[in-house]
């Protein structure tokens, strides 16, 4: 049973059509949830960590929400260079520290 | 700095060969950590290390292994390659600030195992 989930898979959306992307958890206790980035080809890159239900996050176009089930980060009037994959984790308190991640939000942005 | 570096980018093995994948960070992190990374599949964690001699193992940690003799380098090292262990290597490096906790990821290794 996947412990992370991240909705949908893939997303299409036109330059400045605003949209969210879901990331659902099933952990016991949650110590951090994490929103990366991931180009093609590159590593990871961080963007936020949340820590408990109802704290936010920015970053440019890039707001990250966090509830006691799930986290939503909300892209507002995207350009083609938000296109990449999203990828959710999160640390499970008392679980020696590990990050599990979800699959991932493949994001498209067409110009 | 150079944040979280990976060598090679790239490599072929055959089958029962063995190989390390080098890492290193220079941002005196304590805690790092090696993925890998598959089509569908999420980044799954292999092994991490909590500082310099302590090393634990991930979700899927058979047949790697890992040490930690400084804190600048994680090396990983595959004692048997396996077609299954063709994959993307990441690895990563984290530190916690004011109780937030931030991870680097390096670009990554390429691995194709024939």
């Known amino acids: 049973e996947d412990q992370v989930t991240q909705s949908p898979e893939a997303l299409r959306l036109q330059e400045g059509e605003s949209s969210s992307l879901n990331c659902s958890y099933t952990?016991?206790?949650?110590?951090?949830l994490f929103w990366y980035r991931q180009d093609p080809g590159k590593g990871p890159e961080f963007l936020f960590t949340?820590?408990?239900a109802g704290e936010e996050k920015e970053k440019e176009r890039l707001k990250a929400t966090l509830t006691k089930k799930e986290s939503f980060l909300h892209i507002t009037a995207p350009k083609p260079e938000d296109s990449a994959t999203y990828l959710c984790?999160?640390?499970?308190?008392?679980?020696?520290?590990?990050?599990?991640f979800g699959k991932g939000t493949r994001l498209h942005i067409l110009p | 700095n150079a944040g979280v570096t990976q060598t090679p980018k790239f490599q072929v093995l055959k089958t029962g060969q063995s190989m390390t994948l080098q890492c290193a960070q220079d941002?005196?992190?304590?805690?790092m950590s090696w993925y890998r990374q598959d089509p569908g599949m999420g980044l799954r964690l292999i092994h991490y290390?909590?500082?310099?001699?302590?090393?634990d193992q991930g979700e899927v940690p058979n047949g790697y292994n890992v040490s930690r003799s400084t804190t600048e380098d994680f090396p990983l090292r595959l004692l048997s390659a396996a077609p299954s262990q063709t994959s993307v290597y990441f690895c990563?490096?984290?530190?916690?600030?004011?109780?937030?906790?931030?991870?680097?990821f390096g670009p990554g290794t390429r691995l194709l195992v024939l």
């Open positions: 990563a490096s984290s530190y916690y600030d004011r109780g937030q906790e931030t991870q680097y």
């Open positions: 952990v016991s206790g949650l110590r951090g």
């Open positions: 949340l820590y408990s």
């Open positions: 984790a999160v640390q499970e308190r008392n679980r020696d520290d590990k990050i599990i």
């Open positions: 941002m005196n992190h304590e805690y």
């Open positions: 290390s909590v500082g310099a001699g302590i090393t």
